[in-house]
T-cell receptor, first 114, second 114 residues
């Protein structure tokens, strides 16, 4: 079945450091790919998405590029802030569709220190 | 409404009691999903509704769990004879199609079984 693998956490960085959170997937076809963020005590928020190969999703300074050849969707940010401290989830809809139930990675906890 | 609304936001119940969790989705969005987020288990799919029908109930962990949806709108997740392992955050999501494609989540109900 479809699956998503994220890099092990937690990740601890100093403010203004460069961030990469790796995400690789196995899937039927070419699904849309998502990054969700969960701030402390809150629900899941869509951070960015990409719907086809080579698409780059971006939002709030974060970027991720849909790489079909490496089945990856790594999340990057050039300069993190304390306010970026949260849990980040990579996800895709199962079954190669755009509307299937989401399969999530295990989540990566990011802590940014001043 | 403007977003997915869940109630209650927090619920503490005694072991063996029944609980009902409510999801009030975005008006007009026919696809609705329930997920569970627990420590050590990550995000687990529970059930998917298309309109009032549930074509995929594969994630419900036992027959103590049931869900319904009426009028293509509000959904209720019921857990009978709650157990401590049911303690988790229960999340509801809607699927947006078209140019705003993506899954929008509610803030969740934190269930604690004591």
């Amino acid at each position: 079945g479809d699956s998503v693998t994220q890099m092990e956490g937690p990740v601890t960085l100093s403010e203004e450091a460069f961030l990469t959170i790796n995400c690789t997937y196995t899937a039927t076809g070419y699904p849309s790919l998502f990054w969700y963020v969960q701030y402390p005590g809150e629900g899941l928020q869509l951070l960015l998405k990409a719907t086809k190969a080579d698409d780059k999703g971006s939002n709030k300074g974060f970027e991720a590029t849909y790489r079909k050849e490496t089945t990856s969707f790594h999340l990057e940010k050039g300069s993190v802030q304390v306010s970026d401290s949260a849990v980040y989830f990579c996800a895709l809809p199962e079954g190669g569709t755009s509307y299937g139930k989401l399969t999530f990675g295990q989540g990566t906890i990011l802590t940014v220190h001043p | 409404g403007a977003g997915v609304s869940q109630s209650p936001s927090n619920k503490v119940t005694e072991k063996g009691k029944d609980v009902e969790l409510r999801c009030d989705p975005i008006s007009g969005h026919t696809a609705l999903y329930w997920y569970r987020q627990s420590l050590g288990q990550g995000l687990e799919f529970l059930i998917y509704f298309q309109g009032n029908s549930a074509p995929d109930k594969s994630g419900l962990p036992s027959d103590r769990f049931s869900a319904e949806r009426t009028g293509g709108s509000v959904s209720t997740l019921t857990i009978q004879r709650t157990q401590q392992e049911d303690s988790a955050v229960y999340l509801c999501a809607n699927l947006w199609t078209g140019s705003n494609y993506g899954y929008t989540f509610g803030s969740g109900t934190r269930l604690t079984v004591v």
